[in-house]
């Protein structure tokens, strides 16, 4: 059963399939739970078979004979799911599923840390964004966006219609260059890549109360964040964008 479409789960059912193995696929978005398999699980019992469940929640109950495969939350730590896999299918992953392994535990350093080509690395980025339905306008947006980006102290500000932020983050992705990226996206979300204490600030709280002029005041802007905090990250929410804009280059003047 599998869970959240990217690169790595189109990878395990390619694996599955080629394996001769059986495999469930409802074709569903990150945060896929177990319960959208409950009738699958239980079939797969009733006719003696040991279910495999790919990264998804355990909002049920399940069988105590079936298989838990994930990487993530409470499981990290572990091979990345496709690696977990193929071990169980008695097979060594090829050069391309190596390369998502890696991509899906640690998205381009891990990739170049095997020694991947910039071709293998587009190659794998564009299979992820295409797994996640990124579609070639949204592609094309960014390319737009991208060349209409403009730096301020150092840091690079996107503005495109959609927030499909990979679109963006992949194709300026630098190892040479410390990262200060926001994106600002025509839906109303903002995103910034970089800072890890910049990323907590932005987080904060809003306080709620508003200037004689009617604009908000923030102490920070909620949203959610991650990455390596407090060395690096990511922030993400959907706060006035001219005040978002503002903090963040005030942040590196």
Not at 72 to 85: D, R, T, Y
Not at 137 to 148: D, F, S, V
Not at 173 to 201: A, M, T, V, Y
Request: hydrophobic share 40%.
């Amino acid at each position: 059963m599998l869970g959240g479409y990217d690169a790595e789960m189109l990878a395990i059912a390619d694996a599955c399939r080629e394996a001769g193995v059986a495999v469930c696929d409802k074709h569903l978005g990150w945060g896929a739970a177990a319960s959208a398999y409950t009738d699958e699980i239980a079939a797969a019992v009733s006719e003696g078979k040991q279910p495999v469940l790919v990264e998804l929640n355990l909002d049920i109950e399940v069988p105590a004979n079936a298989i838990v495969i994930d990487h993530h939350n409470e499981s990290s730590g572990k091979p990345a799911s496709i690696l977990q896999v193929l071990n169980l299918l008695g097979q060594q992953p090829s050069r391309y599923q190596q390369l998502v392994a890696a991509n899906d535990c640690g998205y381009i350093p891990a990739m170049l840390a095997l020694g991947a080509t910039p071709e293998e690395v587009a190659a794998v980025r564009l299979a992820d964004r295409a797994a996640q339905g990124i579609t070639p306008e949204q592609e094309a947006e960014a390319e737009r966006a991208i060349a209409a980006a403009e730096v301020v102290n150092g840091v690079t500000i996107v503005k495109m219609e959609h927030s499909k932020t990979a679109t963006v983050c992949d194709r300026l992705f630098s190892q040479d260059k410390e990262q200060r990226l926001l994106i600002l996206s025509g839906d109303g979300e903002s995103n910034f890549f970089g800072n890890g204490e910049l990323c907590l600030r932005l987080q904060g709280e809003d306080t709620g109360k508003k200037t004689a002029e009617g604009y908000t005041i923030y102490s920070h802007f909620g949203g959610w964040v991650g990455g390596n905090l407090p060395v690096s990250g990511f922030w993400g929410g959907y706060a006035d964008q001219n005040e978002v804009e503002k903090f963040v280059v005030d942040f590196f003047a």
